[in-house]
């Protein structure tokens, strides 16, 4: 299962935005998979992406999926996103 | 480039609940509006020659900034709900203010730290280590991100609350503020 994060927009930022984003995916693309499906998180397109969207959305699905690839993640704030979740929100990706 | 808009800032700081909440350009009474205004950010500086990376890591710093203030405040604003928002660029410097009338740092802190007794701690918490006052939720990164991606990008972020201040440039000082500060104001520039 490959999630296109573009297709949230290509500038995330808020909490809210990205809890709507996740429970959009609970429903649709994440429904009824089991833990042991590769999901691969494609960041292809993202301009800005902040922790507050991403722990909402790239944190919560690390907690239910044990194989989880992140794709496409040259863009500076996917980085130092990335980076601070690894730090702060205990994001194992 | 002039002092305009902190002093426009702290005339809206100041004012009365009634003058703060007028329509202006400035004062993003909700999250949407002030979100709105944002997403306008990179586009605009990018336009007018900043290099296209650190426009969305300005904008990045701002949302975050900008959100936490709805986050932490939301339903429990103690007079004027939303914040002030503005943000200048002359070609060569710019500037970016974000000022709210919510609760401040250490009293939404205090929530999750009773210990806490002053601005200062309260601000040194909240950049440097990993706690929010929505207990029930697991967040608490987002002034982290801003103090290091400031850092790493070589800008300038001062921000207050109360009676304390934050500097933060290749690290971060602690400033005692010139006034007290009823809520939070960040002062970014580049």
């Known amino acids: 299962m490959r999630i296109e994060i573009i297709k949230f927009g290509d500038k995330l930022v808020s909490r809210p935005a990205g809890r709507e984003a996740f429970l959009a995916l609970e429903s649709y693309q994440l429904k009824n998979l089991s833990p042991e499906e590769i999901i691969e998180i494609d960041f292809e397109g993202v301009n800005a992406l902040t922790p507050s969207w991403a722990d909402e959305v790239v944190t919560k699905i690390a907690n239910k999926f044990k194989n989880i690839k992140l794709l496409n993640t040259k863009n500076a704030t996917v980085q130092a996103t990335l980076k601070t979740l690894r730090e702060y929100s205990d994001l194992k990706v | ?190």
């Open chain 2, 1 to 190: 480039m002039g002092n305009d808009i902190e002093k426009l800032a702290r005339e809206w700081m100041s004012a009365s609940p009634e003058q703060a909440q007028v329509e202006s350009e400035y004062y993003c009474p909700t999250r949407d509006v002030f979100e709105a205004r944002n997403n306008k950010t990179p586009e605009e500086l990018i336009n007018k020659g900043v290099d296209e990376s650190l426009s969305y890591f300005i904008y990045s710093i701002l949302g975050e900034l900008g959100n936490n203030s709805f986050d932490h405040n939301l339903a429990n604003w103690p007079d004027v709900i939303g914040v002030f928002f503005a943000m200048e660029y002359n070609g060569k410097n710019g500037r970016a203010i974000i000022a709210d009338r919510g609760l401040g740092v250490l009293n939404t802190l205090k929530k999750a730290a009773p210990e806490l007794k002053t601005d200062a701690e309260a601000l040194e918490m909240a950049f440097t280590k990993k706690i929010s006052s929505r207990v029930l939720e697991n967040r608490g990164n987002d002034l982290k991100f801003v103090k290091n991606n400031v850092i790493e990008n070589n800008l300038f972020l001062k921000f207050c609350s109360g009676n304390a201040c934050v500097a933060i440039n290749h690290g971060m000082e602690r400033e005692t503020g010139n006034s007290v500060v009823r809520g939070c104001v960040a002062i970014l520039k580049f």
